[in-house]
């Protein structure tokens, strides 16, 4: 696999290049760049099967680089010093990413994902999602769920509730009349979900405050969602959740 590696300081490439020339042996370091002009011409040049990106570089940015080109045949990893804001932008667009100092089992792991990652349509989209989030930076807009067949982006309002299933959770959105089957754990997605609007009422849900009907105040307490849908209220949920819907923008 062709690498090129764009970063403005000179010795995190080197030692880049050396943890790749170790660790990761079919690996072969082509190029490397301090900005993002050489970075273009770098791609543009050598054609790379994968680039290491730093986001912050003189003059721009890595997504800046992206940017020259109109389709994009090639995977990025991005390497960060982003704070954990950022980093849950990462995992929200379900895009690979470093954190500095390198740590050499997280590149050798995202250096293998990179080899069987061929989509690049998919790619693409999972990038400017990345890139929105980054830019807009208060919260979450859209979320990335790997279903059976991949990976479905969806905006954070149509969800209405998501139902964990063992080691799967069940999606109910707005706009469809059939649940969503997740491929991931509730406890997963809930930690990659930053908005207000999300709230966990009970262990084995999550849901839209915007899309609450009705509280009803039996036993412990219940939500009748608009889709018709009633889920538990803890009891040691009820008074955050209250306090959540007294405060609904």
């Known amino acids: 696999m062709n690498v090129i590696i764009v970063d403005d300081e000179k010795r995190s490439r080197n030692v880049l290049a050396s943890y790749l020339e170790q660790y990761c042996p079919d690996v072969e370091v082509i190029a490397q760049a301090g900005n993002v002009q050489d970075a273009v011409n770098a791609i ?19 997504f800046d680089i992206l940017d020259f ?19 849950k932008a990462f995992k929200v667009s379900a895009i690979d990413y470093l954190t500095k100092p390198i740590v050499i089992k997280e590149l050798v792991k995202a250096v293998d994902k ?4 061929r989509n690049f349509e998919l790619y693409s989209s999972q990038v400017s999602h990345l890139k929105s989030f980054l830019n807009e930076g208060d ?8 279903d ?13 509730y998501i139902e964990a299933d063992g080691s799967y959770s069940i999606l109910k959105s707005v706009d469809f009349e059939e649940p969503i089957m997740i491929t991931k754990k509730l406890l997963d997605i809930e930690e990659n979900i930053v908005h207000p ?31 018709g849908r009633n889920i538990p209220l803890s009891r040691y949920k009820k008074n955050e959740f209250l306090e959540k819907i007294k405060n609904l923008n």
């Open 44 to 62: 543009q040049i050598h054609r790379p099967q994968l680039i290491f990106l730093d986001i912050q570089l003189p003059g721009g940015n890595g």
């Open 197 to 227: 609007h999300i709230f966990r009422p009970h262990r084995s849900f999550l849901i839209n405050l915007l899309q609450v009907q009705r509280y009803k105040k039996n036993e412990g307490g219940s939500i009748d969602m608009n889709c």
């Open 148 to 160: 059976i067949n991949g990976l479905r982006f969806f905006n954070i309002n149509e969800i209405s």
């Open 69 to 87: 080109f109109e389709t994009t045949d090639f995977q990025v990893i991005f390497v960060t010093a982003f704070n954990d804001f950022a980093i």
């Open 139 to 146: 919260q979450v807009k859209k979320i990335a769920l790997p």
């Open 114 to 117: 990179a080899r069987k990652m």
